[in-house]
């Protein structure tokens, strides 16, 4: 979502509901790992500019829960919220849910969380059949 689409979001909700007028949110920025079409090498150098964004951000907030679903982005957040539990400081359960659209292979993204994170969810029967690891829950869109 976008940062006006969340803030349309919160202004609907606190009008619906005026207790939530005063319920803070915070919006975090960060660099996308890879462009479209993007050189691999230069992907390199993108993905851990996003992962020095991503620890402070993830050590600040220690979340109880990463729930992401596909974009390269949630990868180094992922990846700091691994180093949070790596470095005794709290953690972290990841759960990953990959894009409807992925039906019979898993997207880069999938193919990396696959190994590192907690839950991993697929929307189509191909790939948990692929994927025993997997959990299917049928389309969650």
């Known amino acids: 979502m976008s940062a006006n689409k969340i803030n349309s979001f919160e202004l609907d909700r606190a009008d619906r509901d005026p207790s939530n007028m005063y319920t803070k949110y915070y919006i975090h920025r960060i660099p996308r790992s890879r462009e479209v079409r ?18 402070p951000l993830i050590h600040q907030v220690k ?19 691994l180093l949070l539990g790596i470095l005794g400081i709290k953690k972290v359960i990841i759960v990953y849910v990959e894009s409807i659209c992925r039906v019979e292979t898993l997207s880069l993204s999938g193919k990396i969380l696959f190994h590192l994170s907690d839950y991993f969810i697929v929307q189509w029967p191909a790939l948990k059949e692929k994927y025993p690891k997997s959990v299917y829950l049928g389309r969650i869109v």
């Open 38 to 55: 993007q050189s691999w090498l230069s992907t390199v150098f993108t993905t851990l500019h996003s992962m020095w964004l991503s620890f």
């Open 63 to 81: 979340p109880d829960l990463v729930l992401c679903n596909g974009p390269g982005t949630c990868v180094p957040i992922c990846v700091s919220a």
